[in-house]
């Protein structure tokens, strides 16, 4: 028998083919992330009552077979009744057809068609989880938590997350168009967008004041670790760099192992940063930093929004359990849920979800996401929707191409959380010292509420 794959909730419309691997990975939504996990069993109960539903089962079959008013298949009828078995449990839990199943066999490595945005859903509502920076999605002003009413006129009530990624997906250079409803909006409104191969940098780095560089982490591939490492060598290290800002502000998710990765650079040897947790004692799993290798000393202030999620939430969250690092900026978006891949037959597949991940403190993030440490409201995002302008009113195709508000040339005078971030990174206080004093400041007024 086959073995089974192991992926955190999300997807997204942009990948590209490639043999699926056994490797856990976290959320880019259908660049969804694996892991080879043993072959989960099948146990058959032995209560009548059990007995008794599956024959419940069979008799609505024949009599929707023999009576409904279109004829209809064995294969229809089972396949959808599985269907809403599953939808029944979570959003992300998922027969796949065998066309669905060929197109989970596609992983992100950083190159991909579509048009730039992760996806998920949200209390059975189709929800923009972060648009990818220079993308289409991301210049036509699509923002984290959008709502995505209709795609190309189709509603979107009841949709699957795969097929809402099927209608999204298309050759390069063909529309899309898609109704938003975002908070604040008095009425939908639609966005066309042109579909275009994403190539996706996924570190980026500019030195902000001498020993101070600014790091943006768009997303977690399978160069990550390695593209920050050579970014850090070239701007000193531990010997040149005082404080580093981590922006993962917008970045959906990735590779599990990346994120990993990334925090392994950053925190001590030997440490918990992140487990999961299911029924079954082959998803109980621990990823601890190793023994060997690079582990900067260096002060680091990570940036989180809505838009960051899955394992950009690892990161944050392993270095805020291990006080790390200070998060700057707003709640993340909290995803943190693993579905295991089931290969079945006729090339069919089954997704379901077996388990959560947890920060080291055992912090459960699943729509609750992580608090920041300095809140601050990142006034960013309405800069860049009152700037944008569709795709299908942009007529120069080089404009297209160029993105109209690049990251990460950091404004100093306009960015207020990296602002925040680096009054904190130039002065003396470590970030257990500024925990301490939060505490402080809370007390008194717990003390007088009682």
Sequence with gaps: MRFLKKRVTGGSPMVRNRAVKATLLVAILLGLLLVSVPVLRCESGSKS??????????????????NYVK?????DLVHGAINGMLQALDPHSTFLTEDMFKELQVETRGEFGGLGIEITLDGGVLTIVSPIEDTPAYRAGLKAGDKIIKINGEATKNITLLKAVKLMRGPQGTKVTITIMREGFKKFKDFTLTRAVIHVHSVKKQVIEPGYPYIRIVNFQESTDSDLTSAIKEMGGDEKIKGAIVDLR?????????????????????????????????????????NTGKHYKFKVAVLINEGS????????????????????????????????????????????????????????????GIVPDVEVKDDLEKKREEGQEDDSKI???????????????????????????????????????????????????TARAR
């Design 49 to 66: 009552s059990e007995f008794d539903e599956l024959r419940l089962l069979r008799r609505v079959m024949g009599l929707v077979h023999n």
């Design 71 to 75: 004829e209809v298949t064995d294969k």
């Design 250 to 290: 917008n970045n959906p998710g990735g590779l599990l192992d990346q994120a990993v990765k990334v925090s392994n650079l950053f925190v001590d040897k030997g440490l918990l940063i992140v487990y999961t947790d299911g029924r079954a004692k082959d998803q109980k799993m621990e990823f601890r930093s190793t």
């Design 309 to 368: 999620a899955s394992a950009s939430e690892i990161v944050a969250g392993a270095l805020q359990d291990h006080d790390r690092g200070l998060i700057f900026g707003v709640k993340s978006f909290g995803k943190a849920s693993v579905q295991t891949i089931i290969p079945m037959e006729n090339g069919t597949g089954l997704r379901l979800t077996t388990a959560y991940y947890y920060t080291p403190y055992g912090r459960h993030i699943q729509k609750t």
């Design 395 to 445: 007529k120069d195709k080089d404009q297209q191409k160029k993105p109209q508000f690049p990251r990460p040339v950091v404004d100093l005078e306009k960015d207020k959380v990296v602002q925040k971030a680096l009054e904190w990174l130039k002065s003396d206080v470590t970030v257990k010292q500024f925990k301490d004093e939060q505490k402080k400041k809370v007390l008194p007024n």
